[in-house]
């Protein structure tokens, strides 16, 4: 993202990306992982060969790593709450980005306009 030094367009770029920020589905803030498992069934084709693949949520809760099981029927869906998220972190990390500057930028302007009174 690049950053205007003008203090309308920073303005004007911060409150667009402040009426992006609704979250247009659920949220997710968790890592999708694919693993592949052996089932434990005697005569089954994993035991010899390929491994029976699951997808698998992670996510952290009071600082400990949990994982959670999403069937496949789940998977499409998951995966949309999971980029909402994303989307939503990378507008609020825009967001605070372009308010640091224009807070700059008003320092800035200020020390100019001190200087030419």
Do not use: D, N
Not at 12 to 40: D, E, M, Y
Not at 72 to 79: D, T
Not at 89 to 115: K, N, P, Y
Request: net charge positive; aromatic share 4%; hydrophobic share 35%.
């Amino acid at each position: 993202m690049i950053i205007p030094k003008r203090p309308t367009l920073l303005r004007r770029f911060c409150l667009a990306r402040v009426k992006q920020l609704r979250a247009t589905k659920p949220v997710l803030a968790a890592s999708l992982v694919q693993i592949a498992k052996h089932c434990g069934r005697a005569g089954c084709h994993c035991q010899r060969g390929t491994k029976h693949l699951g997808h698998y949520l992670t996510y952290k809760q009071r600082g400990k790593t949990h994982t959670v099981y999403v069937p496949k029927e789940l998977l499409p869906e998951v995966q949309s709450w999971i980029a909402e998220h994303r989307r939503l972190r990378r507008l609020s990390q825009e967001i605070t980005a372009l308010s640091l500057a224009r807070i700059r930028s008003h320092v800035t302007a200020r020390r100019l306009r001190a200087g030419r009174s």
